[in-house]
Protein backbone atom coordinates (compact mmCIF):
# COMPACT_ATOMS: atom_id res chain seq x y z
CA UNK A 1 0.00 0.00 0.00
CA UNK A 2 0.93 3.80 -0.95
CA UNK A 3 0.17 6.64 1.24
CA UNK A 4 0.43 10.41 2.29
CA UNK A 5 -0.03 12.53 5.09
CA UNK A 6 0.83 15.97 6.41
CA UNK A 7 -0.78 19.21 7.09
CA UNK A 8 -0.74 22.75 5.91
CA UNK A 9 -1.19 26.04 7.70
CA UNK A 10 -3.11 26.84 11.02
CA UNK A 11 -0.60 26.98 14.39
CA UNK A 12 3.00 26.28 14.83
CA UNK A 13 2.84 22.41 15.08
CA UNK A 14 5.27 21.45 18.56
CA UNK A 15 7.43 19.05 17.68
CA UNK A 16 6.21 18.79 14.40
CA UNK A 17 8.95 15.97 12.58
CA UNK A 18 7.83 13.69 15.63
CA UNK A 19 4.06 14.41 14.90
CA UNK A 20 4.91 13.68 11.45
CA UNK A 21 6.66 10.58 12.07
CA UNK A 22 3.70 9.20 13.86
CA UNK A 23 1.21 10.10 11.45
CA UNK A 24 3.46 7.86 8.85
CA UNK A 25 3.44 5.33 11.00
CA UNK A 26 -0.36 5.20 11.14
CA UNK A 27 -0.32 4.37 7.11
CA UNK A 28 0.10 1.26 7.97
CA UNK A 29 3.13 0.24 5.69
CA UNK A 30 5.27 -1.39 7.58
CA UNK A 31 9.44 -0.30 7.18
CA UNK A 32 8.54 1.04 3.79
CA UNK A 33 10.61 4.28 4.07
CA UNK A 34 9.30 7.43 2.87
CA UNK A 35 10.57 10.79 2.31
CA UNK A 36 8.77 14.48 3.64
CA UNK A 37 9.44 17.69 3.75
CA UNK A 38 8.27 19.48 7.46
CA UNK A 39 8.25 23.62 8.12
CA UNK A 40 7.20 25.33 10.95
CA UNK A 41 3.54 25.22 9.06
CA UNK A 42 3.43 22.42 6.75
CA UNK A 43 4.37 18.64 6.62
CA UNK A 44 4.15 16.41 3.49
CA UNK A 45 5.03 12.24 3.49
CA UNK A 46 4.62 9.93 1.07
CA UNK A 47 5.93 6.32 1.50
CA UNK A 48 8.61 4.96 -0.92
CA UNK A 49 7.62 4.86 -4.23
CA UNK A 50 9.91 3.75 -7.34
CA UNK A 51 8.69 7.45 -8.31
CA UNK A 52 10.51 10.40 -6.53
CA UNK A 53 8.16 10.25 -3.46
CA UNK A 54 8.07 13.96 -2.36
CA UNK A 55 9.03 16.89 -4.32
CA UNK A 56 10.08 20.58 -3.30
CA UNK A 57 10.45 22.65 -6.56
CA UNK A 58 9.71 26.07 -7.17
CA UNK A 59 8.65 26.56 -3.48
CA UNK A 60 5.98 24.03 -4.37
CA UNK A 61 5.43 20.76 -2.73
CA UNK A 62 4.19 17.84 -4.12
CA UNK A 63 3.36 13.51 -4.23
CA UNK A 64 1.32 11.70 -5.55
CA UNK A 65 0.01 7.58 -5.29
CA UNK A 66 -0.98 5.33 -7.80
CA UNK A 67 -0.34 5.15 -11.83
CA UNK A 68 -1.41 8.24 -13.51
CA UNK A 69 -1.51 9.24 -17.68
CA UNK A 70 -1.36 12.54 -19.02
CA UNK A 71 -4.00 13.56 -21.81
CA UNK A 72 -0.65 16.40 -22.47
CA UNK A 73 1.40 14.78 -25.02
CA UNK A 74 4.19 17.14 -23.70
CA UNK A 75 3.14 16.17 -19.96
CA UNK A 76 3.21 12.67 -20.79
CA UNK A 77 6.69 12.50 -21.96
CA UNK A 78 8.11 14.85 -19.74
CA UNK A 79 6.71 11.86 -16.55
CA UNK A 80 8.22 8.74 -18.55
CA UNK A 81 11.75 10.79 -17.94
CA UNK A 82 11.43 12.93 -14.81
CA UNK A 83 8.88 10.92 -12.95
CA UNK A 84 4.98 11.47 -11.21
CA UNK A 85 6.13 14.71 -9.02
CA UNK A 86 8.48 16.92 -11.64
CA UNK A 87 5.13 16.72 -13.86
CA UNK A 88 2.73 17.23 -11.39
CA UNK A 89 4.29 20.51 -10.20
CA UNK A 90 4.58 21.66 -13.78
CA UNK A 91 0.95 20.86 -14.63
CA UNK A 92 0.33 22.85 -11.36
CA UNK A 93 2.29 25.54 -12.44
CA UNK A 94 0.51 25.93 -16.17
CA UNK A 95 -2.93 24.98 -15.04
CA UNK A 96 -3.54 25.66 -11.63
CA UNK A 97 -6.36 23.13 -10.26
CA UNK A 98 -7.44 22.47 -13.57
CA UNK A 99 -4.46 20.34 -13.97
CA UNK A 100 -7.45 17.64 -13.09
CA UNK A 101 -8.89 17.80 -16.35
CA UNK A 102 -5.15 16.94 -17.85
CA UNK A 103 -4.93 13.68 -15.71
CA UNK A 104 -6.10 10.26 -16.10
CA UNK A 105 -5.16 6.66 -14.48
CA UNK A 106 -5.65 6.17 -10.70
CA UNK A 107 -4.37 8.22 -8.10
CA UNK A 108 -4.61 10.81 -5.00
CA UNK A 109 -2.47 13.44 -5.05
CA UNK A 110 -1.59 16.96 -2.88
CA UNK A 111 -0.03 19.59 -3.78
CA UNK A 112 1.41 22.86 -0.92
CA UNK A 113 1.84 25.98 -1.95
CA UNK A 114 2.81 28.20 0.85
CA UNK A 115 3.47 31.19 -1.23
CA UNK A 116 0.06 31.70 -2.64
CA UNK A 117 -1.09 30.12 0.68
CA UNK A 118 -3.15 27.11 -1.27
CA UNK A 119 -3.06 23.15 -1.11
CA UNK A 120 -5.00 21.08 -3.48
CA UNK A 121 -6.06 17.51 -2.99
CA UNK A 122 -7.86 15.13 -5.17
CA UNK A 123 -8.81 11.08 -5.92
CA UNK A 124 -8.95 9.76 -9.15
CA UNK A 125 -12.17 9.28 -10.77
CA UNK A 126 -13.07 5.79 -8.84
CA UNK A 127 -11.61 7.05 -5.26
CA UNK A 128 -9.24 3.83 -6.42
CA UNK A 129 -6.58 5.82 -3.46
CA UNK A 130 -8.60 7.56 -0.48
CA UNK A 131 -7.81 10.85 1.16
CA UNK A 132 -8.68 12.24 4.46
CA UNK A 133 -9.13 15.13 5.91
CA UNK A 134 -10.15 17.63 8.78
CA UNK A 135 -9.78 21.53 9.26
CA UNK A 136 -8.78 22.29 13.31
CA UNK A 137 -10.22 25.11 15.33
CA UNK A 138 -7.35 27.23 14.57
CA UNK A 139 -7.44 26.68 10.70
CA UNK A 140 -4.90 24.17 9.41
CA UNK A 141 -6.30 21.38 7.23
CA UNK A 142 -4.39 17.77 8.18
CA UNK A 143 -5.07 15.24 5.17
CA UNK A 144 -3.88 11.33 5.21
CA UNK A 145 -4.23 8.29 3.00
CA UNK A 146 -6.06 7.04 6.69
CA UNK A 147 -8.30 8.06 9.13
CA UNK A 148 -5.82 6.83 11.51
CA UNK A 149 -2.62 9.30 9.89
CA UNK A 150 -5.00 12.08 10.52
CA UNK A 151 -6.24 11.38 14.20
CA UNK A 152 -2.24 11.40 14.99
CA UNK A 153 -2.36 15.14 14.85
CA UNK A 154 -2.03 16.88 17.58
CA UNK A 155 -4.96 19.23 16.69
CA UNK A 156 -7.64 16.85 15.82
CA UNK A 157 -10.64 16.33 18.59
CA UNK A 158 -11.27 12.68 18.44
CA UNK A 159 -14.77 11.95 18.55
CA UNK A 160 -17.04 9.36 17.33
CA UNK A 161 -19.44 9.52 15.01
CA UNK A 162 -22.76 7.52 16.22
CA UNK A 163 -24.64 8.37 12.55
CA UNK A 164 -21.47 6.83 11.24
CA UNK A 165 -22.17 3.90 13.29
CA UNK A 166 -25.75 3.66 12.61
CA UNK A 167 -24.68 3.91 8.73
CA UNK A 168 -22.62 0.90 8.78
CA UNK A 169 -24.74 -1.38 11.00
CA UNK A 170 -27.25 -0.54 8.22
CA UNK A 171 -24.91 -0.27 5.03
CA UNK A 172 -22.22 -2.30 6.62
CA UNK A 173 -19.86 -0.12 5.35
CA UNK A 174 -19.34 4.12 6.54
CA UNK A 175 -20.56 6.05 2.98
CA UNK A 176 -18.29 8.87 1.80
CA UNK A 177 -17.29 11.76 2.61
CA UNK A 178 -18.27 10.72 6.18
CA UNK A 179 -15.48 8.67 8.49
CA UNK A 180 -16.13 6.94 11.71
CA UNK A 181 -14.94 10.25 13.70
CA UNK A 182 -16.57 13.27 13.62
CA UNK A 183 -15.39 16.22 11.78
CA UNK A 184 -12.80 13.51 9.53
CA UNK A 185 -14.23 13.25 5.98
CA UNK A 186 -13.43 11.48 3.06
CA UNK A 187 -12.99 12.56 -0.45
CA UNK A 188 -15.21 11.02 -2.60
CA UNK A 189 -14.75 9.86 -6.08
CA UNK A 190 -13.59 12.78 -8.80
CA UNK A 191 -13.58 14.95 -5.87
CA UNK A 192 -10.71 18.08 -5.24
CA UNK A 193 -10.31 20.12 -2.09
CA UNK A 194 -8.74 23.44 -2.45
CA UNK A 195 -7.38 25.26 0.51
CA UNK A 196 -7.19 29.04 -0.32
CA UNK A 197 -6.40 32.09 2.45
CA UNK A 198 -8.02 29.33 5.10
CA UNK A 199 -11.38 28.30 3.28
CA UNK A 200 -11.71 24.89 2.12
CA UNK A 201 -13.64 24.64 -0.89
CA UNK A 202 -14.90 20.96 -2.37
CA UNK A 203 -15.84 20.75 -6.00
CA UNK A 204 -16.53 17.53 -7.98
CA UNK A 205 -13.51 17.92 -11.18
CA UNK A 206 -15.77 15.30 -13.52
CA UNK A 207 -18.66 13.88 -13.57
CA UNK A 208 -20.11 10.73 -15.86
CA UNK A 209 -22.11 11.51 -19.15
CA UNK A 210 -25.43 8.57 -19.56
CA UNK A 211 -26.04 8.89 -23.15
CA UNK A 212 -28.95 6.46 -23.12
CA UNK A 213 -29.91 6.70 -26.82
CA UNK A 214 -26.44 6.83 -29.11
CA UNK A 215 -27.64 5.69 -32.54
CA UNK A 216 -25.47 3.08 -32.42
CA UNK A 217 -26.43 -0.84 -33.39
CA UNK A 218 -26.14 -3.44 -29.98
CA UNK A 219 -22.97 -4.99 -32.37
CA UNK A 220 -21.12 -1.77 -32.76
CA UNK A 221 -21.69 -1.29 -28.91
CA UNK A 222 -20.79 -4.68 -27.97
CA UNK A 223 -17.58 -4.44 -29.51
CA UNK A 224 -17.01 -1.11 -28.39
CA UNK A 225 -17.12 -2.07 -24.50
CA UNK A 226 -14.62 -5.73 -25.84
CA UNK A 227 -12.31 -3.00 -27.00
CA UNK A 228 -12.24 -1.00 -23.92
CA UNK A 229 -12.30 -3.60 -21.39
CA UNK A 230 -9.07 -5.40 -23.43
CA UNK A 231 -7.27 -2.10 -23.46
CA UNK A 232 -7.85 -1.52 -19.40
CA UNK A 233 -6.40 -4.92 -18.73
CA UNK A 234 -3.59 -4.51 -21.24
CA UNK A 235 -2.83 -1.08 -19.66
CA UNK A 236 -2.04 -3.08 -16.27
CA UNK A 237 1.02 -4.20 -17.97
CA UNK A 238 0.61 -7.50 -17.12
CA UNK A 239 3.81 -9.88 -16.93
CA UNK A 240 4.98 -13.18 -15.60
CA UNK A 241 4.00 -11.79 -12.34
CA UNK A 242 1.07 -11.21 -12.72
CA UNK A 243 -2.68 -12.88 -11.96
CA UNK A 244 -6.12 -12.74 -11.83
CA UNK A 245 -8.95 -13.42 -8.87
CA UNK A 246 -11.84 -15.19 -10.15
CA UNK A 247 -15.02 -15.95 -8.60
CA UNK A 248 -17.05 -17.15 -11.20
CA UNK A 249 -19.01 -14.09 -11.53
CA UNK A 250 -19.41 -11.51 -14.08
CA UNK A 251 -16.50 -9.57 -13.61
CA UNK A 252 -13.91 -11.84 -12.16
CA UNK A 253 -15.01 -13.72 -15.21
CA UNK A 254 -14.52 -11.16 -17.54
CA UNK A 255 -11.52 -9.70 -16.65
CA UNK A 256 -9.68 -13.23 -16.38
CA UNK A 257 -11.23 -13.69 -19.62
CA UNK A 258 -9.26 -10.32 -21.19
CA UNK A 259 -5.92 -11.42 -19.14
CA UNK A 260 -5.88 -14.89 -20.87
CA UNK A 261 -6.67 -12.87 -24.24
CA UNK A 262 -3.20 -11.06 -23.94
CA UNK A 263 -1.00 -14.13 -22.19
CA UNK A 264 -2.99 -17.23 -24.41
CA UNK A 265 -2.59 -20.28 -21.93
CA UNK A 266 -0.42 -19.16 -19.80
CA UNK A 267 -3.11 -16.87 -17.83
CA UNK A 268 -2.89 -17.84 -13.94
CA UNK A 269 -6.37 -17.41 -12.22
CA UNK A 270 -7.00 -17.17 -8.56
CA UNK A 271 -10.29 -19.27 -6.72
CA UNK A 272 -11.18 -19.72 -2.97
CA UNK A 273 -13.82 -22.35 -1.81
CA UNK A 274 -15.29 -22.72 0.90
CA UNK A 275 -15.94 -26.58 2.96
CA UNK A 276 -19.88 -25.35 3.19
CA UNK A 277 -23.16 -26.65 0.87
CA UNK A 278 -24.44 -23.00 -0.16
CA UNK A 279 -21.61 -21.33 -0.07
CA UNK A 280 -19.10 -22.76 -2.03
CA UNK A 281 -18.82 -21.41 -5.78
CA UNK A 282 -15.81 -22.49 -6.80
CA UNK A 283 -17.60 -24.88 -9.68
CA UNK A 284 -18.25 -21.15 -11.60
CA UNK A 285 -14.80 -20.13 -11.37
CA UNK A 286 -13.58 -23.68 -12.86
CA UNK A 287 -16.66 -23.11 -15.57
CA UNK A 288 -14.67 -19.56 -16.51
CA UNK A 289 -11.27 -21.06 -16.08
CA UNK A 290 -12.00 -24.02 -18.78
CA UNK A 291 -13.88 -21.76 -21.09
CA UNK A 292 -10.65 -19.19 -21.00
CA UNK A 293 -8.03 -21.87 -20.47
CA UNK A 294 -6.44 -20.57 -17.49
CA UNK A 295 -3.93 -22.03 -15.27
CA UNK A 296 -6.27 -22.20 -12.55
CA UNK A 297 -4.70 -21.99 -8.47
CA UNK A 298 -7.67 -23.49 -5.72
CA UNK A 299 -7.80 -23.34 -2.30
CA UNK A 300 -10.63 -23.96 0.25
CA UNK A 301 -10.37 -21.45 3.31
CA UNK A 302 -10.26 -22.79 6.34
CA UNK A 303 -12.39 -21.79 10.17
CA UNK A 304 -7.97 -21.23 11.26
CA UNK A 305 -7.77 -18.99 8.10
CA UNK A 306 -10.56 -16.45 8.83
CA UNK A 307 -9.15 -16.27 12.68
CA UNK A 308 -5.73 -15.59 11.27
CA UNK A 309 -6.92 -13.02 8.70
CA UNK A 310 -9.51 -10.88 10.73
CA UNK A 311 -7.32 -8.78 12.62
CA UNK A 312 -5.04 -7.99 9.44
CA UNK A 313 -8.03 -6.81 7.80
CA UNK A 314 -9.76 -4.86 10.64
CA UNK A 315 -6.24 -3.10 10.81
CA UNK A 316 -6.25 -2.31 7.33
CA UNK A 317 -9.87 -1.18 6.64
CA UNK A 318 -9.49 1.64 8.86
CA UNK A 319 -12.86 1.94 10.19
CA UNK A 320 -15.89 -0.37 10.26
CA UNK A 321 -16.19 -2.01 6.84
CA UNK A 322 -18.46 -4.84 6.96
CA UNK A 323 -17.22 -7.06 3.60
CA UNK A 324 -18.56 -10.71 3.70
CA UNK A 325 -15.94 -11.05 0.88
CA UNK A 326 -12.85 -9.88 2.49
CA UNK A 327 -11.44 -12.90 4.30
CA UNK A 328 -11.27 -14.69 1.22
CA UNK A 329 -10.22 -12.51 -1.14
CA UNK A 330 -7.02 -11.93 1.57
CA UNK A 331 -6.36 -15.43 1.68
CA UNK A 332 -6.07 -15.71 -2.19
CA UNK A 333 -3.64 -12.69 -2.40
CA UNK A 334 -1.98 -14.55 0.32
CA UNK A 335 -1.50 -17.27 -1.78
CA UNK A 336 -0.82 -15.78 -4.85
CA UNK A 337 1.76 -13.78 -3.55
CA UNK A 338 3.68 -16.74 -1.64
CA UNK A 339 3.77 -18.24 -5.46
CA UNK A 340 5.40 -14.81 -6.70
CA UNK A 341 2.26 -12.90 -7.70
CA UNK A 342 2.68 -9.16 -7.13
CA UNK A 343 -0.31 -7.86 -9.09
CA UNK A 344 -3.39 -9.52 -9.40
CA UNK A 345 -6.38 -8.01 -11.28
CA UNK A 346 -9.83 -8.08 -9.96
CA UNK A 347 -13.16 -7.34 -11.55
CA UNK A 348 -15.35 -4.56 -8.80
CA UNK A 349 -18.73 -3.77 -9.85
CA UNK A 350 -19.66 -5.93 -13.04
CA UNK A 351 -22.53 -7.59 -11.07
CA UNK A 352 -23.79 -4.30 -10.06
CA UNK A 353 -23.60 -3.15 -13.59
CA UNK A 354 -25.03 -5.87 -15.82
CA UNK A 355 -27.18 -8.02 -12.98
CA UNK A 356 -25.14 -10.52 -12.26
CA UNK A 357 -26.48 -11.16 -8.61
CA UNK A 358 -29.45 -13.23 -7.76
CA UNK A 359 -30.78 -10.56 -5.85
CA UNK A 360 -31.93 -8.13 -8.79
CA UNK A 361 -34.56 -10.84 -9.77
CA UNK A 362 -36.00 -10.13 -6.29
CA UNK A 363 -35.84 -6.67 -6.30
CA UNK A 364 -37.58 -6.71 -9.62
CA UNK A 365 -40.53 -8.23 -7.98
CA UNK A 366 -40.24 -5.70 -5.24
CA UNK A 367 -40.74 -3.14 -8.14
CA UNK A 368 -43.74 -4.58 -9.73
CA UNK A 369 -45.01 -5.15 -6.52
CA UNK A 370 -45.03 -1.04 -5.88
CA UNK A 371 -46.36 -0.49 -8.94
CA UNK A 372 -49.81 -2.12 -8.20
CA UNK A 373 -52.70 1.02 -7.19
CA UNK A 374 -52.45 1.74 -3.52
CA UNK A 375 -55.90 0.04 -2.99
CA UNK A 376 -55.05 -2.81 -4.51
CA UNK A 377 -51.70 -3.36 -2.05
CA UNK A 378 -52.86 -2.45 0.97
CA UNK A 379 -56.44 -2.82 0.26
CA UNK A 380 -56.79 -6.46 -1.27
CA UNK A 381 -53.05 -8.28 -0.78
CA UNK A 382 -51.56 -7.10 1.84
CA UNK A 383 -54.80 -8.08 4.37
CA UNK A 384 -54.84 -11.56 2.78
CA UNK A 385 -51.45 -12.31 3.21
CA UNK A 386 -51.36 -11.64 6.54
CA UNK A 387 -54.34 -13.69 8.12
CA UNK A 388 -53.59 -15.85 11.06
CA UNK A 389 -52.51 -19.81 10.36
CA UNK A 390 -51.23 -19.31 6.60
CA UNK A 391 -48.72 -22.57 6.40
CA UNK A 392 -45.15 -22.22 5.26
CA UNK A 393 -46.29 -24.31 2.17
CA UNK A 394 -49.03 -22.30 1.22
CA UNK A 395 -47.99 -20.06 -1.78
CA UNK A 396 -48.98 -17.16 -0.01
CA UNK A 397 -46.85 -17.60 2.78
CA UNK A 398 -43.85 -16.92 0.19
CA UNK A 399 -45.85 -13.66 -0.85
CA UNK A 400 -45.73 -12.54 2.48
CA UNK A 401 -42.44 -12.34 3.08
CA UNK A 402 -41.88 -10.54 -0.17
CA UNK A 403 -44.42 -7.93 1.06
CA UNK A 404 -42.59 -7.31 4.44
CA UNK A 405 -39.26 -6.92 2.67
CA UNK A 406 -41.04 -4.35 0.40
CA UNK A 407 -42.29 -2.63 2.76
CA UNK A 408 -38.92 -1.87 4.68
CA UNK A 409 -38.52 1.53 4.49
CA UNK A 410 -36.17 2.33 7.61
CA UNK A 411 -34.91 5.73 8.03
CA UNK A 412 -31.12 6.67 7.30
CA UNK A 413 -30.93 9.43 10.10
CA UNK A 414 -30.90 8.97 13.50
CA UNK A 415 -32.62 12.37 13.61
CA UNK A 416 -35.68 10.44 12.50
CA UNK A 417 -36.13 8.39 15.58
CA UNK A 418 -37.88 9.63 18.32
CA UNK A 419 -35.34 8.20 21.62
CA UNK A 420 -33.66 11.07 20.14
Known amino acids: MNGMCGWFGGGL ?6 VLARMSRSLGVANAGGASHTASHRALYQTATKQQPVLEQHGISAAI ?8 SELDSLSKSHGYPVVLIEAYRRHGESLLH ?15 QRVLLAV ?43 DYIYFHMIPSPETVYTGIHK ?57 AFLSGGTDSSTVSGMLAGIQPNVARTYSI ?17 KHFHTQQHEY ?27 VPTYVCAQNARAAGFTRMLAGDGG ?19 ARLPAVLRRGMIEPLVHLPGLSDRFPLAKLKSYVRQANIALPLRLESYNFL
Not at 13 to 18: E, H, K, M
Not at 353 to 366: H, V
Request: net charge negative.
Open 124 to 166: DRIGTHPMCYAQTNDGTLVFGSTTDAVREHPNIELKVSMQSLY
Open 65 to 72: CGHVRWKD
Open 187 to 243: LEPAQCLMLENGKVRLRFYWQPAFVESSGKKFGELQDKFLKIMRDAVARCDPDEHTG
Open 13 to 18: VQDAPQ
Open 273 to 289: GFAAEGYDEISYARIAS
Open 102 to 116: YIDGHFALVILDPER
Open 300 to 326: YVTPQDVADAIPHIARAYDEPFGNNSA
Open 351 to 369: DEIFGGNARYAKQKLFENY
